[in-house]
């Protein structure tokens, strides 16, 4: 009889260890999920609504090497320059310019060649070319004619490109411990939580990493923009001409014959009235006595 407890009581205390340890491996999961920091998302239902609603802080940005922005990191400077030209031809102009800027091994972003409001040939070129030929580029372009105006301008990006560069390093260090997570995820809420944050972390990732792009594109690649325009000739835009002297007369001969006809048919019926009262005046003057 003793013996038949003595089994029993053993029996119960193994199958409380067992149940408690059970318990513990699927709690490990819902706990590392809620220690990952995450930037944003949501709860997933029933343990999301548990695990996930807590979040810890952002993670502080700081540059991957300490101290200052920008310490120990290239620095970023985004070049970019506008210059007005006066040539004897816009249409060759544009095109020696085109050729400048492929020569320096860049490309022709922007080509507009037309006429201002008093007929005279402008254009405009945009021209990518690489950051380290912007000043030979820009002087080959200031020898295609006289320049009237210029201006150039160097816009300092370092902090911005040392914050984009931590932030996508961030992101990856939080996909990276979910992608741990996963991998000890045995429920399905849990692996459905995790995947969400995965993707909100992924898309997060994508944004800056698309910023990163631009930024590079804009610190590799400098832009000149170059106006064009011939110079107005002596003696107005266009010399005399008989034909349009002719043309100009008739048309104010016959503004006068209109502006005549509107005069008559406007005071027609002041005239009308006009008649109508002095009729009515003689009337009333035949009708009166004469005096003696």
């Known amino acids: 009889m003793q013996y038949r407890t003595l089994v029993i009581l053993i029996v119960c205390i193994a199958a409380v260890i067992a149940a408690g340890c059970t318990s513990l491996q699927g709690s490990t999961a819902k706990s590392a999920i ?3 920091p995450a930037e944003s998302g949501g709860s997933a239902g029933g343990y999301a609504d548990q695990a996930l609603m807590v979040r810890a802080p ?10 200052e922005p920008g310490q120990g990191v290239e620095t970023k400077i985004i070049r970019t320059a506008d210059i007005s030209l006066e040539v004897s031809n816009v249409t060759g102009a544009a095109a020696a310019v085109e050729a400048i800027g492929t020569s320096a091994g860049g490309y022709v972003s922007t080509t507009n060649i037309g006429t201002d409001y008093t007929g005279q040939p402008t254009g405009t070129v945009v021209l ?13 372009v200031k020898a295609i004619g006289t320049v009237t ?11 911005e490109y040392v914050d984009v560069q931590a932030r996508i390093t961030s ?8 992608n ?3 991998k000890n995820a045995t429920d399905v809420e849990d692996v459905l939580a995790i995947q969400q944050q995965i993707d909100t972390v992924q898309t997060s990732l994508d944004q800056v990493t698309g910023q990163m792009k631009y930024l590079n594109s804009q610190v ?23 034909v349009t002297a002719i043309n100009e007369g008739i048309a104010g001969f016959f503004g006068v014959i209109d502006a005549i006809i509107v005069v ?17 005046y003689r009337f009333w003057k035949g009708r009166r006595p004469a005096h003696p």
């Open 34 to 36: 809620a220690q990952v």
């Open 180 to 182: 741990a997570i996963m």
């Open 171 to 178: 992101y990856q260090n939080q996909i990276a411990q979910y």
């Open 58 to 67: 952002v993670p502080t940005i700081v540059p991957p090497t300490g101290g």
């Open 128 to 140: 990518r070319i690489p950051a380290d030929q912007f000043d030979s580029t820009l002087s080959g």
């Open 264 to 280: 008559i048919i406007s005071i027609i019926p002041l005239l009308i009235i006009a008649g109508v009262a002095y009729a009515g």
């Open 149 to 159: 105006s210029i201006s150039t301008q160097g816009q300092d990006v370092t902090a």
């Open 220 to 242: 590799d690649y400098a832009t000149i923009t170059v106006s064009l325009q011939e110079p107005a000739p002596v003696g107005g835009t266009q010399g005399h001409d008989f």
